[in-house]
């Protein structure tokens, strides 16, 4: 597990802030940035981030970092949760941007692509993700906690 109780963690698409909370637990002497793209989720992650010191809500992109790149110190690890296309991407641009040695990515495989299996989404994933210069450290399909879902971490 490459979190710490010192990282500072970049977290993309906390949503309501559940998971970013839990990752927040972990790292009581970092930080989370938490950003989320849609306003009304947002509201609800700012609530989440009301008790809690090492959490910061930040209403931005994640497919653009620039967008919330003003309040992002230093990143040990960006944890990449957002349910899109090319989800490899989204994540290696941002550990380009912050500097970041070490990623987290939840693979939603029908973001993706309905059309292929979950296993040959998550193939084609960890080799866009080699192909960004990235190496793979692990992955775990998430079944049966989170359907057709994988975690892979990667290290520049």
Same mark, same amino acid.
Do not use: W
């Given at each position: ?8 963690? =970049? *977290? =993309?698409?906390?949503a309501?802030?559940?998971?970013a909370?839990?990752?927040?637990d &972990? ?5 989370? *940035?938490c ?14 981030? #009301?008790n ?5 809500p &930040? ?13 992002v110190?230093?990143?040990?690890? @960006? *944890? ?8 490899h ?14 990623g987290?990515?939840? @693979?939603?495989?029908?973001? #993706?692509?309905?059309?292929?299996t979950? #296993? ?7 080799? #866009? =993700?080699?192909?960004?210069?990235l190496?793979i ?20």
């Open positions: 597990m490459p979190i710490k109780n010192n990282s500072r963690v =970049l *977290y =993309l698409g906390a309501s802030g559940t998971t909370s839990h990752v927040s &972990l790292v009581p002497d970092g930080i989370v *940035y950003v989320e793209f849609s306003p009304r989720s947002f509201r609800d992650l700012v609530r989440t981030c #009301e809690r010191k090492n959490m910061v &930040l209403l931005g992109d994640a497919i653009i970092p620039d967008s919330f790149a003003f309040a110190d230093s990143i040990d690890i @960006v *944890y990449q949760d957002v349910a899109q296309k090319r989800q991407d989204i994540l290696a641009n941002n550990m380009e941007r912050f500097s970041a040695d070490t987290m990515i939840a @693979v939603k495989s029908r973001s #993706e692509d309905v059309t292929a979950p #296993e040959a989404v998550f193939e084609r994933t960890c080799n #866009e =993700l080699r192909s960004r210069g190496r450290l692990d992955m775990r399909p998430l079944d049966p906690f989170e359907k057709d879902h994988a975690m892979i971490i990667v290290r520049r």
